[in-house]
């Protein structure tokens, strides 16, 4: 239960929360959800059940476990997943802040009155010294989780963590459903069916980026927490629990958030600017519910927060365990060197939001999307007896088994490969456009 809730706690966060309303607000409606939802299911899944499986049968952390189930040939795996999870956390950092202080901000002021306040209030907080304070402030309260330990600070955290976030999203997704234009809300962005937008490449690129990176697989964060797991638990079972907690997640937030957008006309913000929905389109929409609305923005800012802590900590595992674990080092010395290191690595996002923005496009979606590919190659075909014998060792039906290692040979290779490519061409026109 630990191990799901710490796993579930890394799939969680602000990619569902911000990730998804902005991709599914980008025009490609019911058809960027089904691809997410497909992906998620027919891709992630086994390759997210792989990656446990390396953590768990070579009980190593990132860095060193390719090299031990794969040969000295799988060493730059490693450090691609190093790499990825060392530039995600640097700007991930930087929106845990921004999400911080607008918990502060609406326990103490008055929620802003129009757009133009609040734009004037974002670019207040994602700019200069405070941007750089909540990137430090995120950034140490991270690093204090984790170097307490992966059961007395990760796994203490998401035991109550977890649900607590959960029930507050209920509630919020309740509250929603009565606003006078939620059903508009689902029906624009959510529910929008056109058939010509499941072959679209910037939908393709949104679906691929959006299942990577909320679900977390592909970078070794999940393959760090699975080196604890003893031989009895069932991991296919855990992964399904994980995939299916983090996309009902999306998907709610997603019903919280259109419905407030739609019912306050703040449509064109939304897709106009990454940031938009969270951070400027809610506030602003809450504000015309006077009290009401302060206590939702309240609720809403804490429950990303708590899901945006319980994801970085699995980030920083990522390097810090390496390190433990390559160079003998003491946990508490790898964790604050790994912290001051993606402090001065984040600071060109958290002064510049364009910069935070290509960050994600590359960390979040191409490297993660590459390391997918890989650890799929590593377990599907180069270390498959390992695959099959951890899982059918602690117990999982053999024909069970069978199907995801067909999934994770003949599946998720090649839809990834396509993924790969057509979001590195989009990602190139549209930062040549
Ligand atoms: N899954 C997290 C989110 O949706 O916000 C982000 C994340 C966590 C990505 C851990 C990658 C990872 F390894």
């Not at 989780?145 to 796994?155: F, L, P, T, Y």
């Not at 976030?165 to 939620?182: E, K, T």
């Not at 679906?207 to 393959?223: C, E, R």
């Not at 699995?314 to 390496?322: C, D, G, N, Q």
Request: aromatic fraction near 10%; include cysteine; hydrophobic fraction near 55%.
């Amino acid at each position: 239960m630990g191990f799901v809730l710490a796993a579930a706690g890394s799939a969680v966060g602000l990619g569902n929360l911000w990730g998804f309303a902005y991709r599914a607000s980008q025009g490609g409606g019911g058809a960027f959800v089904l691809l997410y939802v497909l992906i998620v299911l027919a891709v992630c899944l086994p390759v997210l059940v792989a990656e446990m499986v390396l953590g768990r049968s070579t009980g190593h952390a990132p860095l060193i476990a390719p090299v031990t189930a794969g040969g000295r040939g799988w060493r730059p795996l490693g450090w691609l997943f190093l790499a990825s999870a060392v530039g995600i956390l640097s700007y991930y950092a930087v929106l845990m802040g921004w999400t911080g202080r607008s918990l502060l901000h609406a326990l103490m002021d008055p929620l802003p009155a129009d757009i133009a306040g609040a734009e004037a209030y974002f670019k207040g907080i994602s700019s200069g010294g405070d941007a750089v304070l909540g990137h430090l402030v995120s950034l140490a309260l991270t690093g204090a989780v984790v170097a307490a330990g992966v059961r007395a600070g990760i796994e203490r955290l998401t035991r109550w963590a977890m649900p607590l976030l959960f029930l507050m999203l209920l509630g919020l997704l309740i509250w929603a459903a009565f606003l006078p234009a939620a059903r508009e809300g689902y029906g624009t962005f959510l529910l929008r069916w056109d058939a010509s937008k499941l072959s679209d490449p910037a939908t393709i690129r949104n679906a691929f980026t959006q299942a990577f990176f909320s679900i977390g697989t592909g970078i070794g964060a999940i393959l760090a927490y699975a080196a604890y797991l003893d031989r009895h638990s069932g991991i296919p079972g855990e992964a399904a629990a994980v995939v299916g907690m983090d996309t009902a997640v999306g998907l709610m937030a997603g019903c919280v958030t259109f419905p407030v957008v739609a019912s306050f006309g703040l449509g064109d913000v939304v897709s106009g600017s990454t940031v938009g929905a969270l951070f400027i389109a809610l506030p602003t929409g809450l504000a015309s519910l006077g009290a009401a609305g302060r206590v939702v923005a309240v609720v809403f800012f804490l429950l990303a927060y708590l899901a945006a802590i319980t994801s970085a900590v699995s980030l920083l595992e990522v390097p810090a365990s390496s390190l433990i674990d390559r160079l003998g080092w003491s946990r508490p010395r790898a964790v604050w060197l790994c912290v001051a290191a993606i402090a001065v690595l984040g600071l060109p996002s958290a002064l510049n939001v364009s910069v935070l923005e290509r960050m994600d496009a590359l960390f979040g979606g191409v490297l993660l999307i590459a390391g997918g590919l890989a650890m799929a190659l590593l377990l599907g075909w180069r270390a498959p007896r390992r695959y099959r014998a951890d899982l059918e060792g602690s117990g999982s039906p053999p024909q069970l088994v069978g199907a995801l290692l067909f999934a994770l040979r003949w599946v998720s290779p090649p839809a990834i490969a396509v993924g790969l490519v057509v979001s590195v061409i989009d990602l190139a026109r549209s930062w040549a456009g």
